[in-house]
């Protein structure tokens, strides 16, 4: 059983930044690809960024020059930075791991994000 906790979340204007963490319980966290979701009221939820247990990383082209995604295997966490948000990225934003593809089988509880002025 792999448990992931988020955080990192707030309110922020637009054009501005912020990074989620994603820490999991588990030491095998390297052996998980990982992978940031978000839902936004009345949307279905969508991937935002994805990195392989190799750190390879692929992202939704509305994010694309402006989120990061890393991993750090030694603190078993997942980070998104996110940078220039606008109000589109307003969303709850979900943690997520997988040991083959995305979704996997394990979510966080999630974490809000929203942007405004």
């Known amino acids: 059983q792999v448990q992931l906790v988020e955080s990192g979340g707030g309110l922020v204007q637009p054009g501005g930044s912020l990074r989620l963490s994603c820490t999991a319980s588990a030491s095998i966290f390297r052996f998980y690809a990982m992978g940031w979701f978000r839902q936004a009221p009345g949307k279905q939820r969508e991937l935002v960024a994805g990195?392989?247990?190799?750190?390879?990383?692929n992202y939704a082209d509305s994010v694309k020059g402006r989120f990061t995604i890393s991993r750090d295997n030694a603190k078993n966490t997942v980070y998104l930075q996110m940078n220039r948000l606008t109000p589109e990225d307003t969303a709850a934003y979900y943690c997520?791991?997988?040991?083959?593809?995305?979704?996997?089988?394990?979510w966080g509880q999630g974490t809000q994000v929203t942007v405004s002025s």
């Open positions: 990195i392989t247990t190799g750190s390879s990383t």
């Open positions: 997520n791991a997988g040991l083959s593809r995305l979704p996997g089988t394990y």
